[in-house]
């Protein structure tokens, strides 16, 4: 009698020994998803680094060419790498599309940076047309919008991988008389 009690005895300490161990790494899951491995948002950066060609006529017809050479940093805070697909950022003057950016797929590791390099052509026809752009020519400053989603994958411990889409949003201040540019950038992660 004593035999057969000996193994279902064995059997529930055993039952016990790997419900505590399921319970202790699911704890131990949860608090890793809920710190280290919680999606932080990424830091974009869209830096116009100069402008390389900027050309107008006044007569007979007014006419603007720009084209503006682009840093655009992209700092990866997570502990899980991102590599998104080839994308197109947008360019706007007072809510019209003036330039299109693009972005050529990329990797970024985990915690880690990467600068893309790239140029917008911006449309002068678009500037000129808008009815604001007299009155920022006298102001002397311009003020553009650049907004890109980043659509790709966020891979967790090489296994892991979630869709995930990168936004940004960077206001860009383009000075006429000392032609010199600022931007802030905001950006979030949705996965």
Do not use: W
């Not at 006419?63 to 998104?84: D, H, K, P, Q």
């Not at 990467?114 to 009155?135: A, C, Q, R, W, Y």
């Not at 008389?177 to 802030?184: A, L, R």
């Amino acid at each position: 009698m004593t035999s057969a009690r000996s193994p279902s005895r064995g059997l529930k300490i055993c039952c016990l020994v790997t419900a505590i161990f399921l319970v202790i790494v699911l704890v131990v899951m949860t608090i890793l998803a809920l710190t280290v491995f919680k999606p932080k948002q990424p830091e974009i950066n869209a830096r116009p680094v100069g402008l390389e060609n900027i050309q107008y006529t006044l007569f007979p017809n007014v006419t603007l060419n720009v084209t503006l050479s682009m840093l655009v940093t992209i700092n990866n805070r997570n502990y899980g790498s991102f590599s998104f697909k080839n994308a197109t950022a947008y360019v706007t003057y007072h809510d019209t599309v003036v330039g299109l950016v693009p972005m050529e797929h990329a990797f970024v590791p985990a915690r880690g940076k990467i600068n893309i390099t790239t140029s917008v052509d911006l449309m002068g026809d678009k500037l000129i047309s808008n009815p604001h752009f007299m009155e920022d020519v006298n102001t002397g400053i311009f003020n553009l919008i650049s907004t890109a989603d980043l659509h790709g994958k966020v891979t967790v411990l090489k296994f892991m991988k979630f869709g995930a889409t990168a936004f940004s949003t960077c206001d860009i201040s383009f000075s006429i008389k000392s032609e010199q540019i600022d931007s802030k950038c905001k950006s979030k992660l949705k996965m």
